[in-house]
């Protein structure tokens, strides 16, 4: 594998990020990591013991932006799994190899480089890629809870393995009659 790969964060889509609240802040203890307006979204990032995070999307813009036709068309839930890598030119390029087609290709800005591949090639989520500088975490709430891994299905398991082993290097092992997929010093694991 050409970049070393850290599974960063999920992402939750939400009609209002207030709606979240109740279930990061209150049922899981998290502790409000960063949050800001992003141009046709909030977001809200929310950390939890062991180190994993969660971010709120909550659309901010004219209807029609990418995040009110995802709430139209699913409803709330899992939007994006962000993965932080070495080169964000190196992972398009495997990406591309692989038969991905690569969205919304963004490195004008030097402190968050990013590219995404699609749902409709991705088993049904947004992967996001993103190369940026890891910064330490602040100490997560003692009694907050542990994201430990984000349970998917998979229609095709050889698409599944190119795309979380071959393309982002997570090591496979099977727990559970689960394939699960690990990378080092990651929090989360994908089940």
């Not at 659309?59 to 799994?81: C, E, S, Y």
Request: aromatic share 8%.
């Amino acid at each position: 594998m050409p970049n070393a790969v850290l599974l960063d964060h999920v992402a939750i889509g939400l009609h209002r990020i207030a709606d979240g609240l109740p279930l990061v802040r209150d049922v899981l203890k998290g502790a409000e990591l960063a949050g800001m307006s992003d141009g046709p979204y909030l977001w809200s990032q929310w950390h939890f013991a062991g180190g994993g995070v969660l971010e709120l999307l909550e659309p901010d813009g004219p209807p029609g932006g990418f995040l009110h036709r995802f709430l139209d068309a699913r409803g709330p839930g899992f939007h994006h799994i962000t993965f932080k890598v070495r080169s964000l030119v190196d992972s398009t390029s495997l990406a591309r190899r692989l038969g991905y087609e690569v969205v919304g290709y963004n490195d004008s800005h030097p402190q968050w480089k990013e590219a995404f591949l699609h749902p409709k090639q991705a088993q049904g989520i947004v992967v996001q890629m993103a190369q940026s500088e890891a910064k330490p975490l602040p100490e997560s709430p003692a009694d907050s809870a542990q994201i430990v891994a984000l349970h998917l299905s998979a229609t095709d398991e050889a698409a599944a393995r190119r795309q979380w082993g071959e393309l982002l290097g997570g090591s496979e092992t099977e727990e559970d009659g689960e394939i699960c997929f690990r990378w080092p010093d990651s929090p989360i694991a994908i089940h």
